[in-house]
Each structure stands twice: as C-alpha cells, then as structure tokens.
T-cell receptor
C-alpha cells in the first residue's frame, strides 16, 4: 500500500481483556517501530524491529505487552490483561533502513479500556 | 532522558505570519527530525537535519540546529490555516544505529484565517 496501515482504528475493551493491534508497514521497509501516545503528549517508544528481529523492547511498560513481526512485514502488538492506564493511541511507524531515516507513521489505534 | 522539549507549548497566529518553534534536547544526536500531527491522525515527517548540518530548507520550512546549545528551531513562513497542527521535534541517540526516536510534548500551532 501507499502508507502504513493500522487496524483497528478504534478499540474498546474491558479491563482484564486481551487486545491485539495490527500494523502493515510500507512494503520493503526494514525497520518497524511501535510508539504509545497519551493524550496531549508526544509519542513514547515501545519497541523496534529490524526485519523479523526485535532488537529493542526496552520501552515496553510491562510483561503484559508483547510484539511480534514473524515474517518481517506485518507486526502485531498484543496487550494482555489490559488495565485502564493502557488507554492511549498506539502508533506504528516504518522506515526504509536502520537509522537516520524519516519514519512513516500510521494513523494509530485508539485504545480505550473501560 | 534524551527527550526533546518544544517551546512554546501553544502558539496562535494569523494567516500570513511566520511561526517559530524551538526544541531543546539533552544528549548527543545523529540527527533531529520535525514532525507534524493533525488531530486524530498519525505523524507526518517534515524535515530531517543531521548533526553536522546547521540549516536546512524545505518549501516554507526552515530548520536550524545548534549542537553546542543542543537546540533546534522550526520556522514556518507565510503560515496558512492548513498549517494548524501539533509539531514535534524528535531526536535519536548519538552513536546508535537502532533508529529509536525521542519526542517532546509538541507545540500546538493554531493559524487563524
């Protein structure tokens, strides 16, 4: 596709449920990033993939957060046993190479935990 | 923290005026980027300036970088109502090849017709 695609755009879940957020990066992009953006804040880094390898997951807030990119293309961010503080917009970005490159962002998934 | 901080937090101007936003960061960088975000949308890349560059232009945008002061500025000339958005600076980590970006809280720009 022309840009980074994220689905769903909106997700409402009850506290304690598991959720899965999907990201389709730009075709051929090596690097894929997940960020979390709270209301009125800038994005905060969660994790980074280079092809299928997860090279940095230092931003994941707890072991309830898990991300994968098994074939080096589509990525899924999974949150288990959701809590209210997980409510945020989750942004996915991809870039052509490893670093020193612009990142192309999707429109995000707005997650609301009730 | 490496996080950049934008100043001012909010800026309100008339169409045709220039808008200047500033960004400060804390540690060494390879490059600094500016992004724009419209409400409810993802971030759009505007411009990337490398640590060995001092100034860069793209259309109505002018970015400066002063690595000695660890600061950058974004100037939008002849602003338009369509420029209304949040603007973020983002820095990477000097010496790192991982590409992780650190964002500030952004400047909310409002341009009145």
């Amino acid at each position: 596709g022309a840009g980074v695609s994220q689905s769903p755009r909106y997700k409402v879940a009850k506290r304690g449920q598991d959720v899965a957020l999907r990201c389709d990066p730009i075709s051929g992009h090596v690097s894929l990033f997940w960020y979390q953006q709270a209301l009125g804040q800038g994005p905060e880094f969660l994790t980074y993939f280079q092809n299928e390898a997860q090279l940095d997951k230092s931003g994941l807030p707890s072991d309830r957060f898990f991300a994968e990119r098994p074939e080096g293309s589509v990525s899924t961010l999974k949150i288990q046993r959701t809590q209210q503080e997980d409510s945020a917009v989750y942004l996915c970005a991809s870039s052509r190479m490893y670093s020193n490159q612009p990142q192309h962002f999707g429109d995000g998934t707005r997650l609301s935990i009730l | 923290s490496q996080q950049g901080e934008e100043d001012p937090q909010a800026l309100s101007i008339q169409e045709g005026e220039n808008a200047t936003m500033n960004c400060s960061y804390k540690t060494s960088i390879n490059n600094l980027q500016w992004y724009r975000q419209n409400s409810g949308r993802g971030l759009v890349h505007l411009i990337l300036i490398r640590s060995n560059e001092r100034e860069k232009h793209s259309g109505r945008l002018r970015v400066t970088l002063d690595t000695s002061k660890k600061s950058s500025s974004l100037l939008i000339t002849a602003s338009r109502a369509a420029d209304t958005a949040s603007y973020f600076c983002a820095t990477d980590e000097g010496g790192s090849t991982l590409g992780r970006l650190y964002f500030g809280r952004g400047t909310q720009l409002t341009v009145w017709p």
